[in-house]
């Protein structure tokens, strides 16, 4: 199981800040087109950023069951 | 003592300095980021901050081991509030200490740029008429009931 | 409440921000200068800093005005000890606030640089075998019991 | 009379922060000249500047009596 976070506006659009996928092996960009199609929202990656257990991550990127993936949408603190 | 920290509650900038002040070190810089009220004519109510804290921390981390290997000598500490906060408050104080007051400015300035380049926190504007997360306007243009105005403006 | 002042006794540095802090303003910087133990090498014991009062606070005053008319929006504050200070004891704080964070940086920055130029205070420095009034190495080879150093290093 | 205030290591080799001359109108330079002749000391103002009445002065400002001249030698504040 991979456990994805979402943020901020994301979140509040998905209605979840968190997901669980059962996959056991996932690239970062075959979760972002699984959600794209799940919230019918074809740009929601846009500006976003990656991270795999509090890494930043890019799309290629292989995740496994256990990993904590989290899409960081624009950030704004300061 | 942590010395990079997020924190739901008010932040004692005193605490913070306490964190770098040290016998080699001849001068800190402070940064204190308070809410503004107007922002371009737009009068905020009150702000909400959010973060995904345990990487928000080790970013804050990342920003102190940064500074250390660009300004040897030097010694930071950050903390970042998030949850609602009222016009004034504070949201982020950063101190540096370095021997020089020069290198102090500069690791200080270089702090704040880079916590709104790679820290996952989050501000939600609240305005009389509406709500937006800032930097969120990209698809929401219909989301946000307020006006969404240049990303420059704010995001300061 | 007075913005710009010669103190006699310990700095609060809470105190000198909560005199820039309004609604209208997002950022404050903090400039706070302290005794370093070491410069280059040379263990300063303690620091006296001597002011002629009335004109310091004056030039203080002036430095703020300054900085008001090249930072339409800005307030700052500045408050210098003098007597005898311990190594990490404050000597100065300046705090500037400012709508935008780039000109608080910038003002601040201005407003020690200007300290250094145009407000009557002097530092006497305090070694183990000798003191000597920083600045004032010209005519004082002799007077020196210490070791005079480039101004660059001592003045900071 | 008029008021002449010295701080520093100027203060302390002249033994005194502050002097009185009675003259009733004098400029700065003259001011200088005469105290390096009493502190016997040429270089004395090297380096430093002048203020009349808490502002800048230059070398040729007048000044007299319930005026009071500060002598500033450089400055280290901060």
């Known amino acids: 199981m991979i456990k994805v976070l979402l943020f901020a506006g994301m979140q509040e659009r998905a209605g979840t800040a968190e997901l669980q996928l059962d996959e056991v092996r996932l690239r970062i960009s075959d979760i972002k087109s699984a959600l794209e199609k799940k919230y019918d929202s074809p740009q929601m990656f846009i500006g976003c950023l990656s991270a795999v257990n509090e890494e930043f991550a890019d799309d290629d990127t292989e995740v496994s069951t256990g990993d904590t993936v989290a899409f960081i949408p624009p950030v704004s603190g300061g | ?156």
């Open chain 2, 1 to 156: 003592m942590k010395r990079f920290e997020i924190v739901t509650g008010p932040i004692l900038v005193q605490d913070i300095i306490d964190k770098v002040i040290r016998a080699e070190a001849g001068a800190v810089n402070t940064f204190i980021g308070t809410v503004r009220e107007l922002t371009k004519g737009k009068r905020t109510v009150f702000l909400k901050y959010e973060a995904y804290i345990p990487m928000a921390e080790r970013q804050l981390a990342k920003i102190g081991d940064e500074i250390s290997a660009r300004w040897p000598g030097s010694r930071t500490a950050i903390s970042h509030r998030i949850g609602s906060l009222d016009i004034s408050d504070i949201a982020v104080v950063i101190a540096v200490s370095t021997p020089h007051r020069a290198e102090a400015f500069d690791a200080c300035r270089y702090a704040i740029e880079r916590i709104k380049e790679i820290v996952p926190i989050w501000k939600k504007e609240h305005w009389d008429n509406g709500e937006m997360w800032v930097g969120d306007q990209l698809e929401t243009a219909a989301y946000s009931k307020g006006h969404p105005e240049s990303e420059e403006d704010k995001n300061d």
